[in-house]
């Protein structure tokens, strides 16, 4: 009977998980529906941008005006921007981001890291608690913007890592994060936030056309460049917190088909034992009759 009793309470305990997982599937489906649509709408006009931005850094390149968020330099003094969560039960999301960013570290900067002209700059609970427990320089964290994910908060942090670059007090800044793709697969990207490249890559298309500046190249610099770097990192945030939501939907839609299971395969070994016991009762019932008849 004790074994009955631990059973029965085991398959209580798992209903109740599978409740609140279940619960906590839903809450995530609904953030996830709300914010996706938010990166599907912003994707277009910021790729779009970032595009013009390139075409406009390498048209910059072949003539005098200055351009500070594109001065390319040995990079001495590194900045990596780490984007996490504020919470886990979103699977392997934070652990993938964290081990990128000790991969980078130890491959890509090994040298400024020994110098101590490495720093790291947290948006997410889950990294602060990481790297504050090692040996790295950092930035004040971040971690507030997600609670109140908006352009406006995400472009005061992106404007003092602008400010940073623009003052020589960094010379490459890295965007270390999980890029949505369905709620299923996120994509972990390490894309240069600055220097503004001229050179593009295969993953960014360039057109070749040739733009007439309006009201002239210094304006253009001191507008449309802050602004599509402000745009860019504010994608890069908002594409890790939606795809923070499909992590956290997926986990909890298997945690919860883990729990079916569990409670399907309890309930066959509560069926098997109390079968198992009632049948031994029987047994003694027979036993003591055929006994006091002998």
Same mark, same amino acid.
């Not at 590194?78 to 934070?94: D, E, K, Y």
């Not at 965007?175 to 050179?199: C, D, G, H, R």
């Given at each position: 009977?004790?074994?009955?009793?631990?059973?029965?309470?085991?398959?209580?305990?798992?209903?109740?998980?599978?409740?609140?997982?279940?619960?906590?599937?839903?809450?995530?489906?609904?953030?996830?529906?709300?914010?996706?649509?938010?990166?599907?709408?912003?994707?277009?006009?910021?790729?779009?941008?970032?595009?013009?931005?390139?075409?406009?850094?390498?048209?910059?390149?072949?003539?005098?005006?200055?351009?500070?968020?594109?001065?390319?330099?040995?990079?001495?003094?590194?900045?990596?921007?780490?984007?996490?969560?504020?919470?886990?039960?979103?699977?392997?999301?934070?652990?993938?981001?964290?081990?990128?960013?000790?991969?980078?570290?130890?491959?890509?900067?090994?040298?400024?890291?020994?110098?101590?002209?490495?720093?790291?700059?947290?948006?997410?609970?889950?990294?602060?608690?990481?790297?504050?427990?090692?040996?790295?320089?950092?930035?004040?964290?971040?971690?507030?913007?997600?609670?109140?994910?908006?352009?406006?908060?995400?472009?005061?942090?992106?404007?003092?890592?602008?400010?940073?670059?623009?003052?020589?007090?960094?010379?490459?800044?890295?965007?270390?994060?999980?890029?949505?793709?369905?709620?299923?697969?996120?994509?972990?990207?390490?894309?240069?936030?600055?220097?503004?490249?001229?050179?593009?890559?295969?993953?960014?298309?360039?057109?070749?056309?040739?733009?007439?500046?309006?009201?002239?190249?210094?304006?253009?610099?001191?507008?449309?460049?802050?602004?599509?770097?402000?745009?860019?990192?504010?994608?890069?945030?908002?594409?890790?917190?939606?795809?923070?939501?499909?992590?956290?939907? =997926?986990?909890?839609?298997?945690? =919860?088909?883990?729990?079916?299971?569990?409670?399907?395969?309890?309930?066959?070994?509560?069926?098997?034992?109390?079968?198992?016991?009632? =049948?031994?009762?029987?047994?003694?019932?027979?036993?003591?009759?055929?006994?006091?008849?002998?």
């Amino acid at each position: 009977m004790a074994n009955l009793k631990a059973i029965r309470i085991r398959i209580t305990s798992v209903k109740s998980t599978r409740q609140i997982t279940s619960a906590m599937k839903m809450v995530s489906a609904a953030k996830l529906r709300k914010a996706q649509d938010k990166i599907v709408r912003l994707r277009p006009y910021a790729n779009k941008l970032h595009e013009i931005l390139v075409g406009l850094s390498q048209s910059l390149s072949e003539t005098e005006v200055d351009n500070i968020y594109g001065r390319v330099s040995s990079p001495e003094k590194v900045l990596i921007v780490v984007i996490t969560s504020n919470r886990g039960l979103c699977g392997a999301f934070n652990t993938n981001v964290i081990k990128e960013a000790r991969r980078v570290i130890s491959e890509n900067y090994s040298e400024q890291y020994k110098k101590g002209n490495l720093k790291v700059l947290t948006i997410g609970k889950k990294g602060f608690d990481y790297f504050r427990k090692q040996k790295v320089n950092m930035l004040p964290e971040q971690n507030n913007l997600l609670h109140d994910l908006t352009f406006d908060h995400v472009a005061r942090a992106a404007e003092q890592v602008m400010s940073s670059f623009a003052t020589g007090e960094f010379d490459r800044v890295d965007l270390i994060y999980n890029q949505f793709k369905n709620a299923a697969v996120q994509n972990l990207t390490n894309e240069v936030f600055l220097p503004v490249e001229s050179n593009t890559d295969d993953n960014v298309k360039t057109s070749n056309i040739d733009y007439i500046y309006e009201p002239n190249q210094e304006e253009i610099i001191k507008e449309l460049i802050p602004k599509s770097l402000k745009i860019q990192f504010y994608k890069a945030v908002l594409d890790s917190f939606v795809a923070e939501h499909g992590a956290r939907m =997926t986990a909890m839609h298997k945690a =919860t088909d883990n729990a079916t299971s569990m409670i399907r395969d309890l309930t066959l070994q509560y069926n098997k034992a109390r079968q198992a016991t009632i =049948t031994n009762q029987i047994l003694e019932v027979v036993s003591g009759a055929e006994a006091l008849r002998g």
